[in-house]
Structure formats: structure tokens, C-alpha cells
């Protein structure tokens, strides 16, 4: 089956820096990868929607310029969070989807803590 | 816009059979997908349903009734490692991404 990677799998960074957050198909090419923020005991909250090689598409309510995402590649997006704030802190899992890939299937990462202090 | 309904717990012994409910509002319509999610881990596909009646893959089954905008996951011989969250999702038909919108997840426990 398809295989997404997260890097990586937990970060602890101080209030103020910058954490990126990248997300790998590892056996097809992903034409469009998500990003999601999913918090305790709660479901999924789509962030934004990336396409290879065109601009995200941002959820509204979701900071573009805080939550830069780039989807330089058809296996890779990364999600660079800048200046971080404790309130950022989550679990934030990508999932991937492929042209031959059911439009009703995604594929999902392993997700990444990320705690910020 | 679309919303899903699902029940935030349920718990159930194992070797029981146990029914999660989905209940959407859709501004379109093309099928219900059902996801597990294990704690701190990724979710992963389980089934989908486009057409109303039951699509049974083992243990588990998933129905649609889409007239009654409503579907159900069934589990049967429920075993410890199926204790998770279960999430049932819609597709978005107005995102040409094809991004699915999720419901709010059933958590289950299963007891010995």
C-alpha cells in the first residue's frame, strides 16, 4: 500500500522559533497532499490543501503567513510553522493522495507532535 | 458547508459487536469514508461507501443509506487492539483537491 513519512515525529522548540515539518509519499506521487491539526480527543481539522507546484489552499481561520506550506515536488510538502507560541502546539499529520488513488482515499502520515515552551 | 454526527464514545466488550453511527449534511454527496485512528498514531482508511446498502470487509462493515443521510460502521468480534477512534468523512465536492471533511470521531473501549 502507499506509504507517507513524517519528519519529524516530535519537535520541542521555544516560543518565538520556526519548526518545519516535512511530509514524504514514499512509492507514488502525490498531486495533492493535506495538511491537518488535530488536538486531544478531537477530530481532525483540515489546514490547508496543496497541489505540486501551485500556491496551498488555506482553511479559513488558518494563517497563511504563520503556516507556510510548499509543495516543491510530487513526494514532498513541507509545513514550516513560524514564530511558534505554545498555543501551536498539536499533533499535525499530512496525508497524500495520488492521480490512481480513489478521490474518497487518503493517505496519512505519521503525524508530528510538536510542543512548543 | 458539510457536518457529521457521530456519538463521542462508546464501549463494549470484546467478542461483541458494536455500531457506530454517521449522521451528514452534505452540500453535495459522493460517498462516506471510515478512518481508524489509534492514539498518537496516523488514521488509516478502512472503507467507503458510494452506494446505499452494506460493503463488509471482515470484522468490519460500513453501510449507507442516503436517503436517511446516515451510515454505520459495524465491528463484530470485537477484540482489544480495536479499541481507537473511528472518524466518518465526506468528500467536498466544491474543493477541487478532493479534501475530506471529518466527523468529530467515535472513541471506542473495549473491555475484556
Known sequence: ?117 | GQSLEQPSEVTAVEGAIVQINCTYQTSGFYGLSWYQQHDGGAPTFLSYNGLDGLEEKGRFSSFLSRSDSYGYLLLQELQMKDSASYFCAVRDPSNAGNMLTFGGGTRLMVKP
Not at chain 1, 482515499?105 to 508530528?112: A, L
Open chain 1, 1 to 117: 500500500g502507499a506509504v507517507v513519512s513524517q519528519h519529524p515525529s516530535w519537535v520541542i522548540c521555544k516560543s518565538g522559533t520556526s519548526v518545519k515539518i516535512e511530509c514524504r509519499s514514499l512509492d507514488f506521487q502525490a498531486t495533492t497532499m493535506f495538511w491537518y491539526r488535530q488536538f486531544p480527543k478531537q477530530s481532525l481539522m483540515l489546514m490547508a490543501t496543496s497541489n505540486e507546484g501551485s500556491k496551498a489552499t488555506y482553511e479559513q481561520g488558518v494563517e497563511k503567513d504563520k503556516f507556510l506550506i510548499n509543495h516543491a515536488s510530487l513526494t514532498l510538502s513541507t509545513l514550516t510553522v513560524t514564530s511558534a507560541h505554545p498555543e501551536d502546539s498539536s499533533f499535525y499529520i499530512c496525508s497524500a493522495r495520488g492521480d490512481r488513488e480513489s478521490v474518497y482515499e487518503q493517505y496519512f502520515g505519521p503525524g508530528t507532535r510538536l510542543t512548543v515552551t
